[in-house]
């Protein structure tokens, strides 16, 4: 079977850093890539990590250890528009795309 | 371009119903594929198709049905809808290769 775990919700103060963890177990894989979702929105591409290690793209960063099967997405100098889901999604042998659950970031003033 | 459009965006049915959710792309995406969303349930995969004249079921497709006639239109077909069929779908594509999704806006779907 495929199975992501992340948390389900994180808190974390405006202008801080937060690191968001998944880990995953899949039949084959091919990367791993994030997504923000706004409440009644779709999600949208964040990042995608094929290869160890670490991907900035502005204020995100996306890390892969596949010796692991972990990663993580990392928020720095958070505003409250960061307030959102985030969900991580592998890709596997079978070219299916499989999302977690999402972890729920709530930001403090 | 418009992206990834999905039709409706609302919809209610009676259960035993039947119905099409549309989703079209413009961007000659190979792969396509059809999410639900619930609650705390994440988006759980429901078909997907990696070109024209090619699908194959995702996580959860138990009572919908899907076809890929031209590379642009990935219709979903609810059978005969019921309750627990109550969701957002979400439609996605995106290029063989390439691994971030562009997503429709979703229909909101109730069946009561």
């Known amino acids: 079977g495929q199975s992501l775990e992340q948390p389900s919700e994180v808190t974390a103060v405006e202008g801080a850093i937060v690191q968001i963890n998944c880990t995953y177990q899949t039949s084959g894989f091919y990367g791993l890539s994030w997504y923000q979702q706004h409440d009644g929105g779709a999600p949208t591409f964040l990042s995608y990590n094929a290869l160890d290690g670490l991907e900035e793209t502005g204020r995100f960063s996306s890390f892969l250890s596949r010796s692991d099967s972990y990663g993580y997405l990392l928020l720095q100098e958070l505003q409250m528009k960061d307030s959102a889901s985030y969900f991580c999604?592998?890709?596997?042998?079978?070219?299916?795309?499989?999302f977690g659950k999402g972890t729920r970031l709530h930001i403090l003033p | 371009n418009a992206g990834v459009t999905q039709t409706p965006k609302f919809q209610v049915l009676k259960t035993g119903q039947s119905m099409t959710l549309q989703c079209a792309q413009d961007?000659?995406?190979?792969?396509m594929s059809w999410y639900r969303q619930d609650p705390g349930m994440g988006l759980r995969l429901i078909h997907y198709?990696?070109?024209?004249?090619?699908?194959d079921q995702g996580e959860v497709p138990n009572g919908y049905n899907v076809s890929r006639s031209t590379t642009e239109d990935f219709p979903l077909r609810l059978l005969s809808a019921a309750p627990s069929q109550t969701s957002v779908y979400f439609c996605a594509s995106t290029k063989m290769g390439n691994y971030g999704y562009t997503f429709g806006s979703g229909t909101r779907l109730t069946v009561v």
């Open positions: 198709s990696v070109g024209a004249g090619i699908t």
């Open positions: 961007m000659n995406h190979e792969y």
């Open positions: 999604a592998v890709r596997n042998r079978d070219d299916k795309i499989i």
